[in-house]
């Protein structure tokens, strides 16, 4: 619960002191007190096991050197039931725990994991979780938006060359002729997609399964079904 207070204080002086852009500030605010107020022990239960959801999928794709990714199962379930608040700060402790413990090179992607995490609960509370076909359109949106975060982070940071399986897909794009950013912004499109597509539907499946006494601890529920 002290690491809770941390996140929530470091959040609400964001908020007040206009550190965030400030035509989301208000939105911001609203999240922030939403969250406060709905936060029990089962969303922090939650969290945690969200975050270990991710690290043991990021992991696992990461040892058999697969061209995908599994590593924001935990935030999208965080971010349908808990909001985008909440998707946001899963997604960001999941990335600096696990550069933390493991690998390094995953906490410079934490803002990717929580823009993963504010677009996937913006599209929850607006009922983009409701259907199968609105569901994959999601995946779509969230891979546009890591795209537009990920391609400078990757390519500034490390030459295109993470360590992930999509490594050999960046190598022969740029052997092709296409330049480093070219090169990137390709891969990340196209191992994403297939990704965040993938999360979007194991999510939306598995919280259709979840027992009505699990899931009424989250009103938000009714955004998938």
Known sequence: MRNWRLAANLARFLVTTNCIFPPLNNY????????????SSQALVLI???????MIGGQLA???KLPIFLDSIGTLISAV??????GMLT??????????LTDPIAAA???VAMVIGLVAGWLARAGWFRTLPKVVVSGVIITLAVTVVAVPLRT?????????????FVAWMHSMGQNLVESVAITVIGANLVDKILTAVIVWL???????RTTRHFPAMAAVR
């Open 28 to 39: 911001f605010q609203r999240g922030f007190l939403m969250a406060r107020r709905h936060f």
């Open 156 to 168: 500034a940071l490390f030459g295109g060359v993470t360590g992930s399986g999509a490594d050999l």
């Open 48 to 54: 945690v096991i969200s975050i270990a959801i991710n």
């Open 206 to 212: 598995l919280l259709r399964q979840l027992p009505i």
């Open 109 to 111: 992607f934490a803002p």
């Open 81 to 86: 039931l808990l909001g985008p608040v909440i």
């Open 91 to 100: 997604g960001l402790l999941t990335n600096l725990l696990w550069g933390l």
């Open 62 to 64: 990461s040892m058999v």
